[in-house]
Nanobody, 124 residues
Framework: QVQLVESGGGLEQAGGSLRLSCLDSGRTFSSYVMAWFRQAPGKEREFVAAINWSGDTTFYADSVKGRFTISRDNAKNTVYLQMNSLKPEDTAVYYC?????????????????WGQGTQVTVSS
C-alpha cells in the first residue's frame, strides 16, 4: 500500500526558493515512478516533474525546466521538489503522485496513488 504525505509548502516571495517533500509510508517506494503535479485556482491539474525508480531519469514541464529539480532518497522513502526562482504563476496546490511502472509519464491518468497536496503561494 502506498500512502503519500506532502510537506514543505508555504508562502514565499518571487525569486525565492522552497523545497517540497513527499513521504511514502508504504514498503515498495523504490519500485515506483514518482511525480509532482500542481493545480492553480480555477485551472486543471498539470504535470510538473517526474523521476524514475533509480533517480537517473527525470522529466520536467517546460514551465519549470531550469528552475525546479526533482530528486528522491529511496532509503528515506521520500521524493523532493526543489523550487528555485519562484514566480507568482507557480502558486498552486502541489501534489505528489506514484506510478507502479518503470516509465516516467506526464499523464495524470497513469498515476495510481496521490497525496493530499500542499499549498505553495508566491507573492510578487
Amino acid at each position: 500500500q502506498v500512502q503519500l504525505v506532502e510537506s514543505g509548502g508555504g508562502l514565499e516571495q518571487a525569486g525565492g526558493s522552497l523545497r517540497l517533500s513527499c513521504l511514502d509510508s508504504g514498503r515498495t517506494f523504490s519500485s515506483y515512478v514518482m511525480a509532482w503535479f500542481r493545480q492553480a485556482p480555477g485551472k486543471e491539474r498539470e504535470f510538473v516533474a517526474a523521476i524514475n525508480w533509480s533517480g537517473d531519469t527525470t522529466f520536467y514541464a517546460d514551465s519549470v525546466k531550469g528552475r525546479f529539480t526533482i530528486s528522491r532518497d529511496n532509503a528515506k522513502n521520500t521524493v523532493y521538489l526543489q523550487m528555485n526562482s519562484l514566480k507568482p504563476e507557480d502558486t498552486a496546490v502541489y501534489y505528489c503522485a506514484a506510478r507502479g511502472s518503470a516509465y516516467v509519464s506526464d499523464r495524470e491518468r497513469y498515476y495510481d496513488y496521490w497525496g493530499q497536496g500542499t499549498q505553495v503561494t508566491v507573492s510578487s
